[in-house]
C-alpha cells in the first residue's frame, strides 16, 4: 500500500499527518509494505526533505514515544518527489515513480482550489490503478456550487466508495463516544427527544485567532470555516436516528435527514436567530491580542468577516420537535472548549419545599479534559434544611479511566480508516452538499438583511447579543 501526500511539505502535513503516521508506526499498526510518497513543490531530495520533517515530526510527536529506532524506520518507508501539480505532464513522472501495484491513497493536503486540477491530472496520467483512493481535506467548496463542482470532478475518476472527505471532528475519540453514549445505554436513548430535553447546546470556542492565515480566512469565515462542516457534524451525531448498523451507508443516511430537516433559516429569521462578531483587540490572560483587522496579513481593516456566530436552529422532525439547538462557536476566547450540553426539561412538579427544581443537564466534554458529566440534584446535607437540593455532578473522565497515557489525534484513526477502507467517519457527497444548502441561505439572508459583525474584545465569551440570542428565550449559555 502506498499513501501519496500531495503538499507533504505543507503545515497540515508537518503538524498532523506524518506526527498522525509515526504514531501509528509505533503502535505497530502500519503493514511491512506501508509506504508513503511525499509531494511538493520544493526542489528537495528525499534526504532534505527527511531532514527538514523530523525536528517538526519530533515536535508534534508524543515525547514518549519518540526514539530514533522509530524515525528510522518510519523514514525507511518515505520517499520524496519534487513536482508542480498544476502542471499536468508531470503526472506522467509521478504514475513512473508509483509502486506497481498495491493500493494507491492519494491524499489532497493543498489548498482546495487545486482539488479538482490534481484530480483531472491523476485521472488523464496513469496514475490511477483499480484500487485508488482519494483523501480530500475540508473546506470541499465555498457554497454548494463549487462543493459541487468539485465533487463532479471526484465523481469522473472516483467513486464515492474510493472517496474520503476529512472532517477531522469525526475522527476525534470523544466525537466518536458520541454514538456509543446515545446508542449503547438504554437510559440515555430512551430520553432522547422533545418529551425529556428542553434544548441542546452545542459551543466550540477557540483561543487561537486566525493564525496567519488572513487573506484566506476573510474570504471564509467562522460559518464556512467552522458551522458548515464541524459543528453540522457534532449536531448531526447528537440529533440523527439510530442507524441500523454502524456502516458508512447507515450513518450517512442518518445524518443527512438531519441536515434536510433543519429549518432553513431567511431573511424573514435571520435577525432574531443569527448573531455575528468579529474579535477587537483584548487580553485572554496577561497576553494582549490585536483585533481582527490589524492581524498580520489584513489587508482590510474595515473587513465584515466574522470570526464568531452563534445561531439557533430548529430540527424540524418528530423526534426534536419545539427543541432549539443553540449553536456558538468563535475564535479569540478566553479558553478552548468544544462541549454539548443537553438541557433537560424541568419536572413537571416540584415537591420539595426547601429547594428549586433543578433540571438535570449532560455535558460532553470533546476537549480539553475530554469527558462526560451529569448534573444530577441531590440532598443538601444539612439538618437545617430536611430536604435542601443540590445540584452534582457524576463525571466521567475519559482519559483517567482509559489507562491510556493519551486520547489519540483525530488524524490517526482517520488515517487508519481510510488504510482499512472504513468510510463511516468520513463526509458523505449528500451530507455536504446539504449542508451548503443551508449554509447558503443563511448567508444570503444575513447579507440581504446587511447585518453586520458585532463587535467583542479578544478574551470575551463574544458579543452581548450573543447571550440575548439564548436569554431571550428564558435560557442561559452553559458556562
Ligand atoms: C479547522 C479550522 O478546520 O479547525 C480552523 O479551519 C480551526 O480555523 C480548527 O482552528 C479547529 O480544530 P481543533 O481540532 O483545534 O478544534
Not at 465555498?142 to 469522473?156: F, H, M, P
Not at 486566525?210 to 474570504?219: A, L, P, T
Not at 427543541?323 to 478566553?334: E, I, Q, S
Request: proline share 4%; hydrophobic share 40%; with cysteine.
Amino acid at each position: 500500500m502506498e499513501l501519496v501526500i500531495f503538499g507533504a511539505a505543507g503545515d497540515l502535513s508537518g503538524r498532523k499527518l506524518f506526527p498522525a503516521l509515526l504514531h501509528l508506526d509505533a503502535c505497530d499498526l502500519l503493514d511491512g509494505d506501508f509506504s508513503v510518497l511525499a509531494l511538493s513543490r520544493e526542489q528537495l531530495t528525499a534526504e532534505e526533505f527527511l531532514q527538514g520533517l523530523k525536528p517538526k515530526a519530533q515536535r508534534y510527536l508524543d515525547s514518549s514515544r519518540w526514539s530514533e529506532e522509530l524515525w528510522h524506520r518510519f523514514a525507511s518507508r518515505c520517499r520524496y518527489l519534487q513536482m508542480d501539480f498544476e502542471q499536468p505532464p508531470e503526472f506522467e513522472k509521478l504514475a513512473t515513480t508509483l509502486k506497481d501495484s498495491g493500493t494507491r491513497i492519494f491524499y489532497f493536503a493543498t489548498p482546495p482550489s487545486l482539488f479538482k486540477s490534481i484530480c483531472t491530472s491523476l485521472g488523464s496520467s496513469a496514475c490511477l490503478n483499480t484500487d485508488s483512493r482519494v483523501v480530500l481535506e475540508k473546506p470541499i467548496g465555498n457554497d454548494l456550487a463549487s462543493c459541487q463542482a468539485v465533487n463532479e470532478t471526484l465523481d469522473e475518476y472516483f467513486t464515492e466508495r474510493q472517496t474520503y472527505r476529512i472532517d477531522h471532528y469525526l475522527g476525534k475519540e470523544t466525537v466518536q463516544n458520541l454514538l456509543v453514549l446515545r446508542f449503547a445505554n438504554r437510559f440515555i436513548n430512551t430520553q432522547w427527544d422533545q418529551s425529556c430535553i428542553d434544548h441542546v447546546q452545542i459551543t466550540v470556542a477557540e483561543t487561537v485567532g486566525i493564525e496567519g492565515r488572513w487573506s484566506y480566512y476573510d474570504q471564509v469565515g467562522q460559518l464556512r470555516d467552522m458551522v458548515q462542516n464541524h459543528l453540522m457534524q457534532l449536531l448531526c451525531l447528537v440529533a440523527m436516528e439510530p442507524p441500523n448498523s454502524m456502516t458508512a451507508e447507515g450513518i450517512r443516511d442518518e445524518k443527512v435527514k438531519i441536515v434536510r430537516a433543519l429549518r432553513s433559516i431567511d431573511t424573514s429569521n435571520v435577525a432574531e436567530n443569527v448573531v455575528r462578531g468579529q474579535y477587537s483587540a483584548g487580553f485572554i490572560g496577561e497576553r494582549n491580542f490585536p483585533g481582527y483587522s490589524d492581524e498580520p496579513g489584513s489587508a482590510n481593516d474595515s473587513s465584515d468577516t466574522e470570526t464568531f456566530v452563534a445561531i439557533k436552529a430548529h430540527i424540524d422532525n418528530w423526534r426534536w420537535a419545539g427543541v432549539p439547538f443553540y449553536l456558538r462557536t468563535g475564535k479569540r476566547m478566553p479558553e478552548k472548549v468544544t462541549e454539548i450540553v443537553i438541557c433537560y426539561k424541568s419536572l413537571p412538579h416540584n415537591i420539595f419545599s426547601f429547594g428549586e427544581n433543578i433540571p438535570n443537564r449532560l455535558v460532553i466534554r470533546l476537549q480539553p479534559n475530554e469527558g462526560i458529566e451529569m448534573q444530577m440534584v441531590s440532598k443538601l446535607h444539612s439538618l437545617k434544611d430536611k430536604m435542601g437540593l443540590v445540584a452534582q455532578n457524576l463525571n466521567l473522565d475519559f482519559l483517567g479511566s482509559s489507562g491510556m497515557d493519551r486520547i489519540p489525534d483525530a488524524y490517526e484513526r482517520l488515517f487508519l480508516d481510510a488504510i482499512n477502507a472504513d468510510q463511516s467517519l468520513f463526509v458523505g457527497r449528500e451530507e455536504v452538499e446539504e449542508s451548503w444548502r443551508w449554509c447558503d441561505a443563511l448567508i444570503l439572508a444575513w447579507e440581504q438583511q446587511g447585518m453586520k459583525v458585532k463587535s467583542y474584545p479578544a478574551g470575551s465569551k463574544g458579543p452581548t447579543r450573543a447571550d440575548l440570542l439564548i436569554e431571550k428565550d428564558g435560557r442561559s449559555w452553559h458556562e
